[in-house]
């Protein structure tokens, strides 16, 4: 999820005659030299010592700003922190305003300054990564306190020498960490793996929708359908907590990963940002607040708009998990289903592609329950949840549901895939994929009261288990079909638990809500 910063304006010498911006129909136009940009990269000292060397943090800023500044222009800034910028000191000062997006370019000219900040750890910048922890939101905050006159920054250049698993937050580190960084932060980052698996303090840190009541700018964020980094759920709640705080904003939803909207939303998105970094910078009064405040990107790649998110049509429907009809497939009913119980046993050898495969052919390793054909099509706003009465014939288990989209022409999967990336795609989103799954969810049924306290599980005893899976928006054809397949573990998604075995279900209880809007 991609979240930019509204913050004051950066500070530029006074003078008796400073230029304007040029503004038609309520947006800024470009008027301002690009080329002719200033430009420059500043040092700004925070005030954390994350690697530990008795030294406080100085992180890398690069700037860029109309040369008008120079003669007492002020202008807004539009700052962006990242630990993906690429830039590395490869000398005493590294090439000043160098930027990584297309901010720069596009805002600078409209009368902007672009800022752009390396979160401790990478870049030019010095300390360790620690992959969302306060140290990011402090190299960030250092930043924003610069602008505004309340933090120090220096010129000059600092002289440099020279499979995710359950280790998450220690890999993404890795990923992002600069050259110079690597020597001194290896205690570091291997703490960042360490019970990365379990909700702890290290996770409560990095919750930043606990802290929601505490925005005090607007919020535009975009999120991809795809991303699998920021999850859907984790952005649905805390754009719910913006709600309930009433903070000013907008969502913007589109069919990529995590990365930048532009790649999926091209002018469309460049145009929106434009429009309110207007509005809530230079105070234009261009309509944007009084438009629909949620834009989503569908599976077709067209954009629909509604006043908010979930749409506001979305409700709640619930549907019973069924014995198998005439073609072998268990159901997915508007009534429970009188007692019985199906059993699958856990294949850690599976791929997803295999799990979704056929549902009217039969597969140990997995449950899979379809709606009838769709007499129309089917829109899914919001997060969908699944409850299952169970027992296990293991002390450790974790259950996983697949929300597919079934075709006219279910998916096929060989025995045995080799495992390759093209055989595994988030959802059918965006460029064609193999796999329609439209969202998924996972729980370790240790943590099926609280993800801080598990409990044991008993074999052979039953639990009610429920979890939630990833919101999302897809519209699903008429003449499909939804379904919901059950499996434990799920290599593609979650890390593998060598201890589940068995499971067995009970169908009397046992049922999916989803968030329907029509």
Not at 85 to 112: H, K, L, T
Not at 366 to 388: F, W
Not at 403 to 425: H, I, K, N, R
Request: glycine share 6%; hydrophobic share 35%.
């Amino acid at each position: 999820m991609t979240v930019f910063a509204l913050v004051s304006v950066l500070p530029a010498a006074p003078a008796s005659a400073a230029p304007t911006l040029l503004v038609r129909n309520g947006q800024t136009q470009p008027a301002f030299s690009y080329t002719e940009a200033v430009r420059e990269t500043v040092y700004v000292e925070t005030p954390m010592d994350s690697d530990r060397d008795g030294r406080r943090d100085r992180v890398a800023v690069a700037v860029m700003r109309p040369a008008e500044t120079l003669n007492g222009m002020r202008v807004a800034t539009i700052l962006k922190a990242t630990p993906y910028s690429g830039r590395e000191a490869q000398s005493a000062v590294p090439d000043p305003g160098v930027f990584n997006d297309w901010y720069d370019e596009y805002f600078v000219p409209r009368g902007y300054a672009a800022v752009e900040v390396e979160v401790q750890g990478t870049g030019a910048s010095e300390g360790c990564p620690t992959t969302g922890g306060r140290e990011d939101v402090l190299s960030a905050t250092a930043a924003v306190d610069w602008l505004n006159g309340r933090a120090r920054a220096t010129d000059q250049g600092i002289a440099y020498a020279g499979s995710l698993g359950d280790r998450y937050p220690e890999y993404q580190a890795n990923r992002v960490i600069s050259e110079s960084a690597k020597t001194k932060c290896g205690d570091v980052l291997t703490k960042l793996g360490v019970d990365a698996a379990d909700y702890t303090p290290f996770w409560a840190e990095r919750n930043y929708r606990r802290h929601a009541s505490r925005v005090r700018a607007s919020v535009l964020p975009a999120q991809g359908l795809n991303d699998t980094k920021v999850r859907g759920r984790q952005f649905a709640e805390w754009w719910q907590r913006l709600e309930d705080n009433d903070v000013p904003r907008k969502l913007w939803l589109h069919n990529g990963g995590h990365e930048d909207p532009l790649v999926t939303g091209a002018g469309y998105w460049q145009e929106t940002l434009h429009r309110w970094m207007d509005h809530w910078l230079y105070d234009l009064d261009n309509g944007i607040t009084r438009e629909p405040r949620v834009t989503v990107q569908q599976s077709d790649n067209s954009w629909q708009t509604s006043a908010s998110w979930p749409h506001p049509d979305s409700r709640p429907v619930r549907m019973w998990f069924g014995p198998a009809d005439s073609s072998a497939v268990g159901t997915l009913a508007d009534t429970p289903a009188t007692s019985a119980t199906q059993t699958f046993t856990d294949d850690t050898t599976r791929y997803e592609a295999q799990m979704i495969a056929d549902p009217s052919v039969g597969a140990p390793y997995r449950l899979a329950y379809l709606t009838a054909p769709l007499t129309r099509p089917t829109h899914l706003s919001g997060t969908a949840e699944v409850s299952v009465r169970m027992t296990s014939t293991s002390t450790s288990t974790p259950l996983t549901a697949l929300l597919v989209d079934y075709g006219p022409a279910a998916p096929q999967a060989t025995a045995a895939q080799p495992e390759s990336a093209d055989l595994f795609a988030p959802s059918p989103r965006g460029k064609p994929t193999k796999l329609p799954v439209v969202t998924r969810g996972s729980i370790d049924v240790k943590n099926r009261d609280s993800v801080t306290r598990p409990r044991a599980v008993r074999p052979g005893q039953a639990y009610t288990v429920s979890w939630r899976l990833h919101a999302t928006d897809y519209v699903f054809p008429a003449g499909h079909r939804i379904g919901i397949v059950i499996v434990a573990n799920d290599k593609d998604y979650v890390t593998t638990d060598p201890a589940a075995k068995s499971v067995t279900i009970d169908l009397g209880p046992s049922n999916v809500v989803r968030p329907l809007a029509n």
